[in-house]
C-alpha cells in the first residue's frame, strides 16, 4: 500500500478500500502487525484475534467485490476493550482472578459492528475490573500499566487505558470503551484522542462486565468527532439483551452538518485550579468557539454530585460483585486493599441508596434544564496531563477531574465528548469536555468536529509513534 | 440494617464507622486481614461521610427514586 493507514481516520481508510489502494485483508494483516509490535510494547494488548480479523477481513472483501457496502466501518479494523465478551478469545476483565476467564456470548456491540462490515483486531488492555474495586497505581491491571504514547514513561489512563493507548499510538483505527466515572473521558483525555460517553442507555451494555447497572455505558474511542459518530451509529439502538437500552433509535448527522451558530455554555469554576498550561488552552477552545457561535458562562446547580455518585457506584459494584467479595477473590487483584471500598458498602443502608436516586432525580431534572438551551457545555477535561507510570495516587484521580462536571454526566447519563485541546507541561495532551443533554449526540458532535477543525489538535499524533510508522512497522 | 445512620443521625461519623465496621468483620471477617481492619474503616468513613452529606439534602416525601433505565415506573415510552 502507498497510503500509511496507521493513523488514517474511518473515513480516509473507507476511500482507500473503496478505490481499491488496499483491501480489508491488507488493513487487518497491517494492524494486527501494528498491535503486536507497536501495541504490545505499551501493555495495550489483551489478546489478538488474528483468525477472526482475517475470515472478517476477507468477508468484507468479497462483499465489497460483489457490490454489497455495509457503510462508513466496511473493512475498518478495530479493538474492544476486554471487560466485553467475544467468542473464542479470553476476557479476563483484566484481573488475575479471572485470567482464563472465556466467555461464549458475542456482545451485543461486537455484533452490531460486525453487522457493520468492521473486523475485529483482539482485545485491549483495562485496569483490573474496570477500576471498579478501587486502584491506587497505573499497574493494578494483568497486563501492566499501560504507556502512553505521547511519552512512554507517563501513564495513558484508565480505566478504558489500551483502548487509549492503541488508537493514539496508530495501533487501530478505533475502538470500543466502558465509562462508568470517567473511563472513556479521562484516557482519552490524556492520550490525545476523542472519546464519546453517550447517553445513559444508547447503547447496550449486553456482554460487557457490569459495574454498576444504572451508571454503565460504553462508547467509542477514536481519532476525531466525526468517526465517534460513524461508530456510534452503528452500535446504538435498543438491545432486548439490555433492559436499559433506549428505545430511541441514532443516526449520525453527518460531519460538519453544522459549521456556525452554535450555542456554547462555560462552566463557571471549572478551570480553577488546574494546571496553567491547560486553563489557556481551553482559553483558546473557547475563542475558537467564540469565532463561530455565542459563548456565555453558566453555573451548575449546587448539588452533593461526588457523594450521590459514590454511593450510588459502590452500592451497585458491592451488588454487582457481592459473591467475588465474599469469597476473598479479591485477594488476588494488583489493588487488593482498595477493594475494601467495595466491601464497605456491604454495611450501606439500603435507604441511603435510594436516597442518592431520589436525589439523583432532582440533578438530572436540574441539569437537563441547564443544558438544554446549548450545543455543548463545556469545560478542562482534566486539571492535569499524564501522570508518572510509576507514581501512585490517592482516591479516584481526585486532584485530575474537575469533579463536578464529569459527576455531573456520570448522575444524570448525559452525554459527554473529550476533545484534544492542544499539549500542556511535557509535551503532553490536553483536552475539552463538552457535555450535553439527553440525546443530543448530534450536536455535542457536531460542536466537537468544528472545534477540532478550528484548532487542529485531533490531527496531532505522538511524533515517535508517526515516525515508526513511516518506518514500515507494522507494514 | 441502619448501622451507617447510627439511629438519629447524633453518633460521630467516627463512631457510626467503627460500629459498621465491627459489623462488616463479623459477616466478612475472613476475607479482611486483621492489618487492614483500618483501611476498611476508613473505607467505611468515607461511606459515612457521604451519606451524611445526602441526609442534609431536603427531600419530600413523593419524591421518587431514578430507577435503572433513568426513568420512574409509568414514565416509560
Not at chain 1, 35 to 45: F, I, S, T
Not at chain 1, 344 to 354: M, Q
Not at chain 1, 456 to 464: F, K, N, S, T, V
Request: with cysteine; net charge negative.
Amino acid at each position: 500500500m502507498t497510503t500509511e493507514p496507521a493513523f488514517c481516520s474511518v473515513r480516509e481508510l473507507g476511500k482507500l478500500l473503496r478505490s481499491g489502494e488496499v483491501t480489508a485483508v491488507g488493513l487487518a494483516r497491517y494492524f494486527l502487525a501494528r498491535l503486536e509490535e507497536v501495541g504490545r510494547p505499551l501493555n495495550a494488548v489483551a489478546a489478538v484475534t488474528p483468525q477472526r480479523a482475517m475470515d472478517e477481513a476477507a468477508l468484507a472483501d468479497a462483499e465489497l467485490a460483489r457490490g454489497l457496502d455495509r457503510g462508513p466501518l466496511h473493512g475498518i479494523p478495530y479493538g474492544l476493550k476486554d471487560i466485553i465478551a467475544a467468542p473464542g478469545a479470553p476476557t479476563t476483565w483484566g484481573a488475575a482472578p479471572f485470567r482464563d476467564q472465556v466467555l461464549g456470548c458475542e456482545s451485543t456491540v461486537g455484533e452490531r459492528l460486525r453487522n457493520a462490515g468492521a473486523v475485529l483486531l483482539g482485545k485491549l488492555a483495562t485496569v483490573e475490573l474496570a477500576g471498579g474495586m478501587g486502584y491506587e497505581h497505573p499497574d493494578a491491571s494483568l497486563t501492566g500499566p499501560a504507556l502512553n504514547p505521547w511519552d512512554t514513561s507517563t501513564w495513558a489512563g484508565g480505566s478504558s487505558s489500551g483502548p487509549a493507548a492503541a488508537t493514539a499510538a496508530g495501533a487501530v483505527p478505533f475502538s470500543i470503551g466502558s465509562d462508568t466515572s470517567g473511563s472513556i473521558m479521562m484516557p482519552s483525555a490524556w492520550t490525545g484522542i476523542t472519546g464519546l460517553r453517550p447517553t445513559y442507555g444508547r447503547v447496550s451494555r449486553a456482554g460487557a462486565m457490569t459495574l454498576s447497572w444504572s451508571v454503565d455505558r460504553l462508547g467509542p474511542m477514536c481519532r476525531n468527532a466525526d468517526d465517534c459518530g460513524l461508530v456510534l451509529e452503528a452500535i446504538a439502538g435498543p438491545d432486548p439483551r439490555d433492559p436499559s437500552s433506549l428505545t430511541e433509535p441514532y443516526r449520525y448527522s453527518g460531519r460538519a452538518a453544522r459549521r456556525d451558530h452554535f450555542r456554547i455554555g462555560v462552566v463557571a469554576g471549572s478551570f480553577d485550579g488546574v494546571q496553567d498550561e491547560i486553563r489557556a488552552n481551553f482559553e483558546s477552545a473557547v475563542a475558537s468557539f467564540a469565532e463561530i457561535g455565542t459563548v456565555d458562562e453558566v453555573a451548575l446547580p449546587d448539588f452533593p454530585y461526588t457523594e450521590v455518585a459514590d454511593v450510588i457506584v459502590a452500592a451497585e459494584i458491592s451488588a454487582a460483585f457481592d459473591d467475588f467479595l465474599d469469597s476473598g477473590g479479591a485477594a488476588e487483584l494488583a489493588a487488593g486493599k482498595a477493594s475494601y471500598y467495595r466491601l464497605a458498602a456491604s454495611a450501606l443502608p439500603a435507604r441511603d441508596y435510594i436516597r442518592a436516586q431520589r436525589i439523583r432525580r432532582h440533578i438530572v431534572a436540574a441539569l437537563d434544564e441547564l443544558a438544554r438551551p446549548f450545543d455543548a457545555l463545556v469545560a478542562p477535561m482534566l486539571g492535569i496531563v499524564a501522570t508518572p507510570v510509576a507514581e501512585s495516587f490517592t482516591g479516584p484521580l481526585g486532584v485530575a477531574y474537575p469533579q463536578r462536571v464529569n459527576l455531573a454526566s456520570v448522575t444524570t447519563g448525559m452525554p459527554t465528548v473529550s476533545v484534544p485541546s492542544g499539549l500542556g507541561r511535557g509535551g503532553l495532551p490536553t483536552a475539552v469536555q463538552l457535555l450535553g443533554a439527553r440525546l443530543t449526540e448530534n450536536a455535542l458532535l457536531d460542536a466537537a468536529c468544528a472545534l477540532e477543525a478550528g484548532t487542529g489538535w485531533a490531527a496531532q499524533h505522538p511524533p515517535a509513534f508517526i515516525a515508526l510508522a513511516k518506518a514500515g512497522c507494522g507494514g | 440494617m441502619s448501622q451507617m445512620q447510627g439511629g438519629t443521625g447524633q453518633a460521630s461519623e467516627a463512631d457510626v464507622a467503627a460500629l459498621a465496621t465491627a459489623l462488616i468483620m463479623q459477616s466478612h471477617g475472613a476475607v479482611v486481614a486483621e492489618a487492614d481492619v483500618n483501611e476498611l474503616e476508613r473505607a467505611v468513613l468515607a461511606l459515612v461521610k457521604a451519606t451524611r452529606v445526602l441526609r442534609r439534602y431536603p427531600l419530600r416525601n413523593s419524591d421518587e427514586p431514578m430507577t435503572v433505565n433513568g426513568r420512574g415506573p409509568g414514565e416509560r415510552t
